[in-house]
């Protein structure tokens, strides 16, 4: 079993920046895939990135394409999800999630573990 803590959430406005990360409990973490979804208010919760274990394969949800990128540092057990030129439209809370099987899923119910979520503002 994994726990998962995210961070690096808050205010910024349209066109900046910001890092989000997500540090895992545990000692094989680099077992576990791993991804970030968002969910809006009033609305459901939307894949944004994810990453195999070994860091070697990403993809991402068409929105966020060549804005965002996510990487991972197993020496630290932390995902990072690095966002730029932020749009009103992220506005959401981030999650992170840990799946033992890496596959390019979309789908939220394919990740077994959470974290609590990290508001994210973007102001026009």
């Known amino acids: 079993q994994v726990q998962l803590v995210e961070s690096g959430g808050g205010l910024v406005q349209a066109g900046g920046s910001l890092r989000l990360s997500c540090t895992a409990s545990?000692?094989?973490?680099?077992?576990?895939?791993m991804g970030w979804f968002r969910q809006a208010p009033g609305k459901e919760r939307e894949f944004v990135a994810g990453?195999?274990?070994?860091?070697?394969?990403?993809y991402y949800a068409d929105s966020v394409k060549g804005r965002f990128t996510i990487s991972r540092d197993n020496a630290k057990n932390t995902v990072y999800l690095q966002m730029n030129s932020l749009k009103p439209e992220d506005t959401a809370i981030y999650y992170c999630?840990?799946?033992?099987?890496?596959?390019?899923?979309?789908?939220?119910?394919?990740?077994?573990?959470w974290g609590q979520g990290t508001q994210v503002t973007v102001s026009a």
């Open positions: 990453i195999s274990g070994g860091g070697d394969s990403t």
């Open positions: 999630a840990a799946r033992r099987l890496y596959s390019r899923t979309y789908l939220a119910s394919s990740y077994a573990y």
């Open positions: 545990g000692r094989t973490f680099s077992s576990y895939a």
